[in-house]
């Protein structure tokens, strides 16, 4: 990950337009709040939308490429590091998503998806519940899947989901690179 940094950093002076990092607090097990990292996908200006809502500005063809590579996420692996997120796990969301999706999954569900560490990736990832959350349906998958991960959650669950999302990377970077 380190030789990425420089060369980014030079990319995101010109493309994207803001500090090469980003972070915003997450709540993370137990409900606490932390810090998570992320490299910079859109221009400092942006504001963060609501749920339901639209990034306000374009994301830029660098940040198109960090998000869909999965790249844009390495940074977390300082959370990691400090204990805050687990590799596998429930993706950690925003406090203010947290309140809104509690209205739609019920406070025991998100009390149970709490319970653990929250992680790089996850049962709900690999099955494509990932990024924008348009509807309270999927909302629903996501939350159900990040639950149903907890309660079966094993060494060979965690290996599929790594393996699985590991192949989910080099398939998007491979069609980045073939449109």
């Known amino acids: 990950m380190l030789w990425l940094v420089p060369f980014l950093w030079l990319l995101n002076l010109f493309v994207v337009v803001g500090p090469l990092f980003f972070s915003h607090q997450r709540e993370g097990k137990d409900r606490k709040l932390f810090w998570c990292y992320k490299f910079r996908t859109f221009?400092?200006?942006?504001?963060?939308?609501?749920?339901?809502?639209?990034?306000?500005?374009?994301?830029?063809?660098?940040?198109?490429?960090?998000?869909?590579?999965?790249?844009?996420?390495?940074?977390?692996?300082?959370?990691?590091?400090?204990?805050?997120?687990?590799?596998?796990?429930?993706?950690?969301?925003?406090p203010e998503y947290n309140a809104y999706y509690q209205k739609v999954v019920g406070k025991e569900n998100m009390d149970k998806r709490h319970s653990v560490r929250p992680g790089l990736t996850g049962l709900a990832q690999v099955r494509g519940y990932r990024g924008d959350t348009p509807n309270n349906a999927s909302i629903q998958n996501r939350i159900n899947s990040d639950i149903e991960y907890i309660s079966k959650q094993s060494i060979v669950l965690d290996l599929e989901i790594i393996l699985i999302s590991f192949w989910m990377l080099v398939r998007a970077s491979i069609r980045r690179i073939f449109n």
């Open 43 to 94: 221009p400092k200006s942006a504001f963060h939308p609501k749920p339901g809502e639209s990034l306000s500005t374009p994301i830029p063809w660098l940040g198109t490429l960090l998000r869909n590579s999965g790249i844009d996420e390495l940074p977390q692996v300082v959370n990691i590091i400090r204990g805050e997120m687990s590799v596998i796990g429930p993706r950690p969301h925003l």
